[in-house]
C-alpha cells in the first residue's frame, strides 16, 4: 500500500485533495531546499555552542528547593547566550508563556514616568492587559505610572521608522518591535528589517533600549535579532526553541544589565538568577534546543505548503509560499465565520491527539474575542506543534503554526480541506 492510498483508505481522503497536494509540493520543491539550508546551518550553530561549553551527562541533573549551584541551568544559559551572539541569558522553566517572559522583561527594565514604544503597532493580544491598553489597568504598566504610545504601521506594513524616530523623547526608555504579525494580517518583520530599524532608533538615542518579541521567530532565519543591535529579546520554550520536546518554560536573551534586571522580576531583586530550581528538567530544555532548527525546519515547509494549497484554491494568503519567511505562522483568509471555524476544526481533526474533540469559540482568557483554536500536542499550549487558531471577528483569519514533522502537517491540511468541502 503506497501513502496516497493509506490516505485514501484510514482517513478517507479523496483523490481530489490528494492530487491538488501533490501538485502544490512540486511547486514548492526550490523553497524546501532553501529551509534546508537555514536548518542545516543553524543545527551546526546549535551543535557548535554544545560543544564550546562542554556539555556533559552531569548538566542533565535538576535541582530542587532553590536552585543554588544548578550547573546545567547555567550551562543552559551560557549555550543560550552563544548561539543569540549576546552577553547573557535567563532560561527558566518558572517562565510559563512567551507573555510571561516579555512582562518580566518590560516590568524589570521600566519605572514609573519612563516611556515605552511599540514601533510595530499594537502589540499581539495578551499584551493588551500587561501594558494597560484594555482591562482595568490592575498590576498592569499603566497603573505603575510608565507611559506608553503606539506607532501605527504603514499601510504597507512597514514600520513607520520616521515616526518612531520622532515620537521618541527624553523619557524614551524601550523601544519594542514586535518580530510576528501576531493577530494582524501583516507581513512579519525580517532580522534585517529589524537590524535597520534599530540602526535609526539608536541614531536618535543610543541609550534607548531596543526590545524584540523574538516569539515564532527562532531559527527560521541564520541571524537572531540580538546579531543586528536588539538589546534584548524574549521568547517561549513551548514554541521554535523547545523542539517539541521543552515541557514548558522560556528565555530572555541580551546585554547582561537588561537580562539581570528580567530577572529580579521573575524571583527577587538582589537573588534574581542565583536561584530557580530546574527541577530535572534540564535535559527535556537541551534536547528540545538540539532538536529545535530541524522541527523548525519542518514548521516552515508545512506552512509554504499550506500557502500554496490555499492560494491555489482562491484565498488569500500571508506570506505566499514563495516569499521570505521569518516565522512560523501562516495567514489565511476566509470569506465567512463557517469557513473558517470548519477548516480549523479539520486541522483538530489531523491532530495525533485529541483528534476526536471538536474545538469550538470560547472566551480564552487574555484575548479580547472568543478565539477558536486547533491544537492537539503533546505539550499543552505548544506552538510549535501544529496549532491554528482565530479570533472570532472579520477579517475571519486563521493563524495557523508550527508542526513536528512535515507528513502530520500535509495530513491536517488534507482533512481540513476534506472538512471544508464535504
Known amino acids: 500500500m503506497t501513502s496516497q492510498e493509506f490516505l485514501k483508505d484510514k482517513f478517507g481522503i479523496s483523490s481530489k485533495v490528494l492530487e491538488l497536494i501533490e501538485k502544490a509540493e512540486k511547486a514548492c520543491l526550490d523553497e524546501f531546499r532553501k529551509i534546508d539550508e537555514i536548518a ?7 551543535i557548535y555552542h554544545f560543544q564550546k561549553n562542554r556539555l556533559s551527562d552531569a548538566h542533565f541533573n535538576g535541582t530542587t528547593g532553590y536552585g543554588y549551584g544548578d550547573i546545567g541551568r547555567d550551562v543552559i544559559e551560557k549555550i543560550y ?19 510571561h517572559a516579555i512582562s518580566i522583561v518590560l516590568f524589570g527594565n521600566l519605572k514609573p514616568n519612563e516611556e515605552l514604544i511599540s514601533a510595530s503597532g499594537r ?41 518612531v524616530k520622532k515620537a521618541i523623547t527624553s523619557k524614551t526608555k524601550m523601544v519594542l518591535i514586535q518580530r510576528s504579525k501576531g493577530y494582524d494580517y501583516r507581513k512579519s518583520f525580517t532580522v534585517e528589517e529589524i537590524g535597520k530599524v ?13 526590545f524584540v518579541d523574538n516569539c515564532y521567530g527562532e531559527f527560521t532565519e541564520k541571524k ?26 522560556g528565555y530572555v536573551v541580551g546585554k547582561k544589565e537588561f537580562v539581570e534586571n528580567a530577572s529580579y522580576k521573575l524571583y527577587a531583586p538582589g537573588i534574581g538568577k542565583e536561584v530557580g530550581p530546574s527541577l530535572g528538567l534540564n535535559r527535556l530544555i537541551l534536547q528540545g534546543l538540539f532538536f529545535a532548527p530541524k522541527v523548525v525546519g519542518e514548521a516552515l515547509k508545512g506552512a509554504v505548503l499550506i500557502s500554496k494549497v490555499m492560494a491555489d484554491l482562491g484565498y488569500d494568503v500571508l506570506p505566499k509560499y514563495n516569499e521570505k519567511r521569518t516565522d512560523i505562522v501562516q495567514a489565511i483568509k476566509f470569506k465567512t465565520e463557517k469557513e473558517l471555524v470548519s477548516f480549523i476544526q479539520g486541522i483538530q481533526l489531523g491532530s495525533y491527539v485529541d483528534s476526536h474533540v471538536i474545538p469550538e469559540p470560547w472566551d480564552m482568557p487574555g484575548y479580547q474575542d472568543k ?12 506552538s510549535i506543534e501544529l496549532s491554528a487558531d482565530a479570533p472570532i471577528r472579520e477579517p475571519y483569519i486563521a493563524y495557523v503554526q508550527g508542526g513536528l514533522i512535515y507528513p502530520q502537517i500535509k495530513l491536517a491540511l488534507s482533512i481540513a480541506l476534506e472538512k471544508i468541502y464535504s
Open 40 to 46: 542545516e546551518y543553524n543545527q551546526y550553530k546549535v
Open 81 to 99: 547566550a552563544g548561539i543569540f551572539a549576546a552577553e547573557d541569558a535567563l532560561v527558566r522553566p518558572q517562565i510559563v508563556s512567551g507573555t
Open 123 to 163: 502589540p499581539y493580544d495578551t499584551l493588551d492587559e500587561v501594558i494597560g491598553i484594555k482591562g482595568e489597568g490592575r498590576g498592569s504598566l499603566r497603573e505603575y505610572g510608565i507611559i506608553y504610545k503606539e506607532i501605527p504601521l504603514l499601510e504597507n506594513g512597514e514600520i513607520d521608522v520616521k515616526s
Open 198 to 210: 534599530i540602526e535609526e532608533i539608536k541614531k536618535v538615542k543610543e541609550e534607548v533600549i531596543v
Open 224 to 249: 537572531e535579532p540580538t546579531e543586528v543591535g536588539a538589546d534584548i529579546v524574549a521568547g517561549s520554550l513551548i514554541k521554535n526553541i523547545g523542539g517539541g520536546i521543552a515541557p514548558t518554560g
Open 371 to 382: 478565539v477558536i483554536m486547533a491544537a492537539g500536542g503533546f505539550i499543552q499550549g505548544s
